[in-house]
């Protein structure tokens, strides 16, 4: 299957501090990319999706200003949860898959916690 | 609107043995996919197997099937022969058929393979 890889996987902060994840695609293109937060012992949680070159779309209840998405190119997509606290501590997931296919992928997944 | 219900408390199996996870959905459009995940504890989510609504065939991948009941809206995963690397958490989602349309998850259900 398709790979994506997803940095860091693991990030510790100070709150009030901005933490930037990275989800590329390694072995194709992707146009549209996915991300997800996830609680413990609980389902994923669609936050925006990512398209290249234009505007992320964000899911409702999610605040666009906290959570900037950035899709440059068509293997990276980045996550800026700004000005992090304790509240934004959970596991975040981005997905992609190849535009001929209906399969998504994910990265590994990135474990924020902001004392 | 599309969703999917995953009811079943946590699942035991022995090892060897096999085990049906059960998934239902709902949705208003007239094509669509199917896909089961595995969650591990590690946190990534492996992609195991996808169903097209037009498919004629139950998908299968290795140990993993999907039996898939159009008529009952059911999309459940067989897995046979368990291994204990089986334990983790698995997911039934839905989407559109569209390439990159976005994945709406059930609540997960939790097996855990006995040796």
């Known amino acids: 299957g398709a790979v994506v890889s997803q940095h860091p996987s693991w990030v510790i902060c100070k709150s009030g501090t901005s933490v930037k994840i990275e989800c590329r695609s390694l072995d194709f293109q992707a146009t ?6 996830q609680f413990p012992k609980q389902s994923l949680m669609l936050m925006a999706t990512s398209n290249e070159g234009s505007k992320a779309t964000y899911e409702q209840g999610v605040e666009k ?12 997509s ?5 000005s992090a606290h304790p509240e934004d501590s959970s596991f975040y997931i981005c997905s992609a ?4 296919g209906n399969i998504q992928y994910f990265g590994a997944g990135t474990r924020l916690s902001v004392l | 609107a599309q969703k999917i219900t995953q009811t079943q408390p946590g699942m ?3 090892e060897k043995e096999a085990v049906t996870l059960d998934c239902t959905y709902d949705t208003s459009d007239p094509s669509y996919g199917l896909f089961w995940y595995k969650q591990p504890s590690s946190g990534e989510m492996i992609f195991l197997i996808y169903q097209g ?3 004629q065939q139950n998908a299968t991948e290795g140990r993993y099937s999907l039996n898939f009941q159009k008529a009952r809206k059911s999309a459940n995963l067989v897995i046979s022969a368990s291994q204990l690397g089986d334990s ?17 998850f059930g609540k997960g259900i939790t097996l855990s393979v006995r040796p």
């Open chain 2, 12 to 14: 035991f199996v022995q």
């Open chain 1, 32 to 37: 549209t990319m996915f991300w997800y937060r």
């Open chain 1, 97 to 100: 898959g190849p535009q001929e």
């Open chain 2, 88 to 104: 983790a958490m698995y997911f039934c989602a839905i989407s559109g058929t569209g390439a990159n349309s976005k994945l709406t």
């Open chain 1, 65 to 76: 200003d906290k959570f900037l998405i950035n899709h440059a190119s068509l293997t990276l």
């Open chain 2, 53 to 55: 609504s037009y498919d």
């Open chain 1, 78 to 82: 980045t996550l800026t949860v700004t």
